[in-house]
Each structure stands twice: as C-alpha cells, then as structure tokens.
C-alpha cells in the first residue's frame, strides 16, 4: 500500500521509454491522414471502411515489429499476441479503438493501441516474458460513427453480442452490417466467433486520452479509472404562455424560455452542491416559437446526469426534478421530463485497479483517481473480465476535435505506468494470487 | 378634469350602441372568411391582393351605409368622408388597417375600422353634423406580411414615403411593390399624392384590440394608449467553453448555455426592477454545437427592450448590459450584445389623449392610461397630425393568432367612448379651442 505515497523520486526514464512514447505520437499522427482517413476534410475513419483497412495493414506492421504475432478475429477486432513464458497462458488484453468520430482528433482510440504496442516492443527488446501473454487489441466500433449502435467489436469480443442483434442495421448509405461484414471478408453470422473464453482472459487494461480538463488542471500526466459513469437522459419540455414581446407587462408573464434557464441554472446549483463526480449538463434546447418580438410559450431542453455510483446519480437527477417542479409552481409554467436513456455504472475492477495506481504512483505521479464520464470498449469489457483503465492527459481537455492534443512525454510516462503495471501483475501472480485478482471483478 | 373620477354609474347605453358593437363583431368575423382571405388554413389578408380587393368592397359598402363617401387614395387606403357643419371642415381621421398576419386573428385591424365607421353610423343616424369632417380610414400595409417593410400606405398618407423608397422591394414571390400596385390600377411614381394636407386634418384616432394582458387583468374593456414604446433590439453572442457532458466537472465549465441562462434571468429581473412600463425579452436563442452529451460553446439570443420614454429604455437597456458584463467576469465566458434596432418613442398627443380619457370616464370605465408595446399606423400618423389611441380588451392578451377574441360588450362600449371624444372635440373645437388641440402634438 506504500505506493500510494508520491513522495518517491521520479525514477530514471530510460532513453527508450522516451523514443517509445515520441513513437506513439507520431504513429497517431500518421494514422491521421490518408489513406487512414476517408474524409477530405478532416480525420474520419469509420468501421469497415478503406481507411479501417489501411490503418489495420500499418498497426499489424507494428504489433509483428514489436514481436507479435497478429490475427483478425471474426468481428474484424485486429490482435497481436505476445507469448508468456509459459505457451498458452491466459493473456492480459490491452486495447482500444481505431475507429474515429468525424472530423476527429488522432489520439481519441489509436493512442491506447500504440501505448500497448510500445510495452510490448518495451518487453520484446528485454525479452522479457511474463507469466501471462499480452495481446493487444484494435477494436473497429467503438464511436459508432457508421451504424446507429457503437462497440459492436467488442460486445462480440466480450461475448455479448448476438449476431441476431445486427438484423436490419444498416449505415446512413442503406448498407446493412452484413453487407458491409461480407464486402470485407466476415460472415455476420459467425460474428460470435469472436467471443473470448474468460478462463483464458486474465484481464483487460485501457489506456485514453481523458477527454476532460482534469489532469491538466491539476498537473498531472496519467489518472487513474475508478469506472464509467452511470448515465441519465431526459427530454425536458416547459410550456408556459406564448405573447408579444412588447405588450405584455413583466409581471403578467408566463416566459418559458425565463423558466427554462432557472432550470439550466437549478441543473448546475444542484450539481455543484452535490459535489463528487456528479456532473449535469443542459446542452440542447430549443425555444418556441423563436422570434424576438414573442415571449417564448414553449422550451425543449436535454438534460444529461452522470455520476460513478447509480444512486448518487439518481439522487441528483431526484434533486434536479424537484427543484424543476418548484420553479413550475412559482412561474405559473408546465415542465415535465421524460426519461430517455438509463445506463448503470460500470466499475473498474478494485484490485487490478489499485495496481495500475501502484504502478503510476512509481513514476513519482501522484495517483489521482477519475471517473470516467465517457463511455469506452472497457466498459463492454467487464462482462468478460476485470478491467483497469488509465487515462492520459490532454490539452485543454478537447476531443472530438482536429485541435486534441497529446504530449509525447505523457505518452512516455503512460508507457511506463503500463509496463510498471503488467511487472506488478506478473509479481502478483507469481506469488499465486492470481485467483484474487481475476475473481474480484470478473 | 372631473372626467378623471370614476364614481360615475356606467351610462345607459341605447339599443342602437348594443347592437353597434355586436355589428363590428359579426363584420370582422366576415371578414375573416373567403373571400375576405386569401389562405385555406387560417386567415391571411395581404396588401394588394384578391382578399383586400374583396375586403375594400364589403367595407365601402358598410361606410356608404354609414353615410359616407368613399374613394380609394393613391396608396390604396379606403377613405369614407363623412361631412361637417361646414362643407370642406378639416377632417378627424379613424383609421386602422385592414391588412393581416399570417394564420391571424380576425380583429387586429379591422376592429379599428369597424368601430369607425359604426361611430358614423350613429352620427347619420341622428342626423347630427360635427364642426370637422370625419374620415374613416382602411389602411393597407400596416404588418408588412407581403413585403419586406411596412406601414407604406399609412407613410404614404402621412406624406413620409417617398415614391423611391419602394424601388426595388420585392415580395416572396419575386413581384415588385410597383408591379403589385400597377396590377390593381395604381401607379407607384404616385404615391406620394396620398399625403394629406395638414391643414385639412385636425387629428387622428385609431382604436385598436390590445395585443396584451393588462386590460383583461384588470376588468376594463377600454384602456387609453400614451405613446408606442421606443424600442431597442440586440444580438446577443456568450463564448464559453465547449467540453463533453460526461467528461467535465462542474468547477471546470465555462458552459455558455449557463451563462446565457443567467443573461435571461437578469433581463427579467431588470426589467421586473425597473418596474414602470419597461418590458425587456429574449424571444429566440440558439444552443451551440447543441448536442445533448455537449456542454454547450455558445449561445446566440436576442434582446428586445421596450419603454414609453427613450431615457427610460436606455438605462433599462444599459443596467442589462451592465448584468451580462458582471456574469461575464464571473463565469469567464465572452459576452458581446450588437445593437441591430433603435427606434424612438412615439408618444401620442396630450390633449386627444385626455379628450379620450374622459369620453371612456364617461362610460364608467376607469380610465387606464397605457402604453403601447406593439407599434401601429398612429405611430406614422403623428408626423401629420396630432394622434390619440384607444385599446380594447382582448381575451388572454392574444392576438396574430385565429384565437384572438373581442367581446361584442366591449366593441359597444368602444363605440360609445369614441363618439363621446368626437363630442368633446367638437365642444372644443365650438369653444374655440380648436388651435390649442391642434398644435398641441402635431
């Protein structure tokens, strides 16, 4: 438990660890234009895709030079498997997402595959065997950019997905997911292939960027995961009463749009005030009938609750719709929320969690724990195995954005952690508490 | 000045007034109707069109009723002359417009005109002669639904539109004004001979449905306007930070939705502040990128300031502008407000306005003295002549919508309080009075 402490020296980083991460980078970069990008304008890199195809061909060049041996299973996921010192032992996964959102930034997936790449190459060139195999996974489908459903890749991986699930899928051009499968050399119906058997599956570790402003604000290169946040969406609707904006008195109206934002502003008190990781966010709305001479008579708004823990969540969003209801009561307005979307937490696993804080704790960084408000293939992931996920530092917390930034030395500290967290695993399990690691999460 | 007491019994009104008012009623609601209107869904009544042909001819034929002689001016407006005393008397004229919204109410407008010529209708009756003329007046073009610009054919009558002004305006289909007035037998180079002289004009009169809340609010029928409001109008534009809902604590935002909420909050509470006439809205905003898992980056609004005076306007408008730079520096977000509108108050006449007072006194109705938010033909008229405005009550303040309701109660007593100010004009005029009215507003 001593690693908690960040009173430690940051160790020496090798010249290598250094390269590795400069590496990183610049892979992410390459994989940022074509012919690993099908947009003009912009990073896009769908599933299925040329582009998919071509980013695929450069990361197995990559995972066979770091001394893996590579593979694409049934759901396109593409694999490098780094033997331990024991043939067939069960393997840590380490993964991410090659697939990008549209006009995207280069690290939101790719950097995750590169960091595994590197500790890899890191264990390859020490030669260096592990009591467990690492394989490093690129998953196809984690934004679901192309189809109206996202991680498709790793659901099958997971052994979650049914191929039935895929039935009249089809992307915005009209081609279903089996067409779009076969055009690439898959048969739909055989997508469960994919699925791992969990007793050869120790676990799995995510690296990412964070896609938030935390770790920069607190000067920090790596957090640490606790789990995904637990999610609730509503459609948010105010009627109150339409009228001229110039002949009806302040004290005789029914503004929607006013009560509407004491609602945007009761949305962010109530979060504020609950602290933790509770976050709530407005971010559409729509006012009715929209002219600047009518006092709006109607406001549809989202609203967007997340916290790590689902009661925490409940009660904000309990908090947040009491308050809705009084600022009806007082303005003399209707507002009623339909609930839309009801996601539960996903936690990472404690124990495999506090060795990848032990392991970042060794690189004299602070060990600082972070919810993830964003989903990830993790999150799919802990229906197969215990899962860890570390996230790295980004500037200004932009993603999704052509303006993401990640630094090279970050990438170098991330490889470290990682190779400091799979040495820690391999410790571990040599001391033959193996079973207490895959059973606490799993 | 006693006229001001409202201790007065409510007058007894004759059949022939009750059944005045329930004629204006039935009219409008005629009017409402093909082939008074040119839409199939909801009344639509353009300048220039078949509907306002129709409309003309049913009206001329209800003022020649009346006992007046109609012609149609060079800008289209429908002039009835009812004769005084002494032939050629300079006129008082009752006007309003015959014109609509879309999808509109059936009494902004005609309801104007409709209690003018039921005025006349009674003074025929008795025969009885003022010592002015009367003109009732159907103008044209008052909500500018056909052309991108209003009020050309009261502008026109008021001797304030220049024949130049017109070139070029075209409506949705392409048609130019000129065009539109050549295919109803008018010649757009002369427009300008329907400006009236002011010496042959001694006021104007326009009633008028409310358009608002106030009166319903506070049991009159009739309420007596004192000026249209001066006006401002801005763009509003909050730069905060864009960032992902789920990603982003709260201490960390700069959402510019939330600033923007608070923009809408402090406009209500200025204006509530202020108090007096000053009303202040924000009718339209839009949410940007406007993604329910996006805090939002920036939010665009507009503002819309009114007052009865110019100096009240402006420091209303100013200690707005004064909040959002205060909410600016607490929620380190960009706030920029570009003024795109400034128009004046146009107060009406003092001396009308208190013969106005006192005629509706005079039916027992407290005379409530109020300002107008929207703007109307009188607010042209006052560059000829001095002006006075009545309102009448309408059902939940609602109007430019087929909602819109009078009560036929209300349209006698309207007739009956307007035939009380041209008596009292008359007096006044017979006391020889008359310059001391006329030059008091014009």
Redesign the interface.
């Known amino acids: 438990m001593e690693a908690h402490a960040i009173s430690a020296p940051p160790p020496h980083r090798p010249p290598a660890v250094l390269q590795a991460g400069q590496r990183v980078i610049d892979r992410c970069d390459a994989l940022g234009t074509a012919p690993y990008s099908d947009s003009g304008d912009g990073l896009f890199r769908a599933w299925l895709t040329p582009a998919h195809r071509a980013a695929q061909q450069a990361i197995a060049g990559w995972m066979e030079e770091a001394g893996m041996a590579v593979r694409m299973d049934a759901a396109s996921n593409l694999v490098g498997r780094y033997e331990g010192s024991r043939p067939d032992a069960p393997a840590l996964l380490i993964g991410s997402h090659i697939d990008s959102v549209r006009d995207a930034g280069r690290y939101d997936g790719p950097l995750g595959v590169m960091l595994g790449i590197e500790c890899v190459a890191a264990l390859h060139r020490a030669t260096r065997r592990l009591p467990f195999a690492i394989e490093v996974i690129a998953f196809g489908d984690e934004e679901g950019s192309r189809f109206p459903a996202s991680m498709f890749t790793s659901r099958a991986l997971a052994g979650t997905l049914d191929a039935a699930t895929l039935d009249g899928v089809v992307d915005g051009d009209g081609i279903p997911v089996a067409a779009a499968l076969a055009a690439w050399g898959l048969d739909a119906a055989l997508i469960g292939a994919a699925a791992r058997d969990p007793a050869a599956v120790i676990g799995y570790l995510e690296a990412h960027i ?5 770790l920069e ?1 607190e000067g920090l290169p790596l957090g640490i995961v606790t789990g995904i ?1 637990a ?1 609730l ?1 509503f459609n948010v609707s105010v009627d109150g009463r339409a ?10 109206r029914h ?1 929607a ?2 009560a ?3 609602c ?2 009761a949305v ?1 008190a109530a ?2 005030e609950a602290g933790g ?9 729509q ?1 009715l009938p ?7 008579g109607r406001v549809e708004f ?1 609203l ?1 609750v ?1 916290a790590g823990r689902d009661d925490l969540r409940d009660a904000g969003a309990g908090e947040i719709l009491r308050r809705f209801r009084r600022i009806a009561g007082e303005r003399g307005v209707e507002i009623a929320a339909e609930p839309v979307q009801d996601l539960g937490a996903s936690p990472c696993d404690p124990a495999l969690t506090k060795l990848l804080e032990q392991a970042v704790a060794a690189q004299g960084i602070a060990p600082r724990r972070l919810l ?4 990830h293939d993790a999150m799919v992931m802990t229906a197969l195995c215990p899962t860890a996920m570390l996230f790295v530092r980004c500037e200004g ?1 932009i ?2 954005n052509p303006a993401e930034h990640v630094e090279a030395e970050d990438a170098s500290v991330a490889v470290a952690a990682m190779l400091g967290f799979v040495e820690r695993l391999g410790t571990t399990m040599t001391a033959g508490t193996e079973t207490s690691i895959v059973g606490a999460g799993g």
Do not use: W
Request: aromatic fraction near 0%.
């Open positions: 964070e896609q938030g402003p935390v604000a946040a999610q969406r009228g001229h904006a110039g002949t009806c008195p302040m004290p005789l503004d749009l006013a509407a934002a004491a945007v502003l962010e979060a504020r990781d509770l976050v709530a966010t407005v971010g559409r709305m006012v929209g002219a600047t001479n009518v006092i709006p989202s967007d997340r993830s408000g964003a989903g917390g993603s999704h």
